[in-house]
């Protein structure tokens, strides 16, 4: 096969630099890279992306010698079909290390046309670092070394209102862009910079807040070189990724003119509130998923797509989403159906082994985000009980016992809380744990005793998952 290069491809003219791109891992470059791509072939908006390392002191050497070229492969399960395409991405340019080569890095802000900054620098990317001293050297943190890159725009450009970036952070936290601001204006207090470039950093820079949605797995190791083969070509940057993506973008009007994915069929939207949005995927897909998880871990199932092919847990976890969780929720349905029924093709993906397991870290805090707020809102509006949560709540107490049927369960969460359910569930009787675990405010901020007939319901549920050994 031959190796992928510009020169093999053919693919050897620049675009215009229109992106920075701190962060060169699967998740951006399998949902707004491939979104760049296809609004460079369809929209005309001719723009290429320069990835910038943000942890890593060694160079990016695999993505470099490809010259930014890889392919995207979509595969996955979306309205009764199954989809498999292989798209070629060349609008990145390869990866440049600030711990190696500052000065080029800085050099990218006195790039003319640039208008994006985009990031996915995980949860934790966005901080401070109080160590980071002196904006001449490379900063640890990615707001340190955004703060820098902008103020080298500010000196290089001399303040030119026009020469502000719209910056887009895809950081799965609430208020990315806001927080992200925050710290940014924090260096500038640190590195005691010039007030002319704050002024010009927050009028005529915008930080957006977004939400992003799309599951990349990343490199399809087990079916790497059949594609290959298919492909003509030696990829070693590929990523698979699934044909659902969301992008959701609290900016101004001149982002949709400048960046008009909603025009090219992408499912971009430009929004003045994203809470809707966020509570839609937190409670849907996130809530769907953490119920389902002790359920199907609990019958022997260990992948979500073996649960979907069960017809058990499948109608389990449909009449969870449909019967139960959407109607506790105060949004229009027009609105949730057809993600809900977005996030069932999801789970029934064959291509993406997905682990229960995996799902299963942390539950505790995650069933307080996740579901906990959609059996509360669903007593208070239908003033009953609902039976699926309930079934998936007792579920996950039994499974929080660290072993069924004679098998050990890898149960992954902090220490106190394994200790605590360990500890219950060794001197306790069902009666006894149920009522422990709803009492613990630690986990879910009250005392879920307090609900009528949640503890009894509860009890049936887990003694009948009891009985089941």
Known sequence: MKPLNRQNTGKTSPRPLKIVQFGTGNFLRGFADWMVQVLNDQAEFNGDIQMVQVHSRKPARIINEQEGLYHVIVRGFQKGETVEENQLIDCVRGAINPYIDYKGFLELANSPELAFIFSNT?????YFEEKDRDWTIAPESFPGKLTALLFQRFRHFEGDPDKGLLILPCELIADN?????????RYVDLWNLP???????????????????????????????????NLG???????????????????????KEKFPADKQGLNVKFVADLTPFRTRKVRILNGAHTSLVPVAYLKGIRLVKEAMDDSGTSDFIEQTIFKEIIPSMDLP???????????LDRFR???????????ALNSISKWKVRVLPSLLDFIRKENRLPQHLCEAFAALIVFYRGHYKGEKIPLKDKEEILHYFDQIW?????????????????FWDQDLNLIPGLSQALIREVDLLLEKE
């Not at 995980?122 to 966005?126: C, H, L, P, Q, Y």
């Not at 060794?426 to 613990?440: F, P, T």
């Open 122 to 126: 995980t949860e934790a990317g966005i």
């Open 177 to 185: 862009g806001q927080k992200l601001k925050e710290n940014v204006l």
């Open 195 to 229: 007030g002319t470039f704050e002024d010009w950093l927050v009028k005529y820079n915008t930080f957006c807040n977004t939400l992003v949605d799309r599951i990349v797995p990343g490199f399809p190791i087990d079916a790497a070189e059949k594609i290959q083969e």
């Open 233 to 255: 070509y030696r990829d070693d940057q590929m990523v698979m990724a699934e044909p659902f993506h969301f992008w959701a973008i609290d900016g101004p009007d001149e982002l």
């Open 333 to 343: 349905e027009d609105i949730l159906k057809p993600f809900a029924e977005a996030v």
């Open 349 to 359: 993906n064959p291509f993406i082994k997905h682990k229960l397991s995996d799902i």
């Open 426 to 442: 060794k001197i306790k009787s069902s009666e006894e744990v149920v009522a422990g675990v709803l009492s613990k405010i630690e």
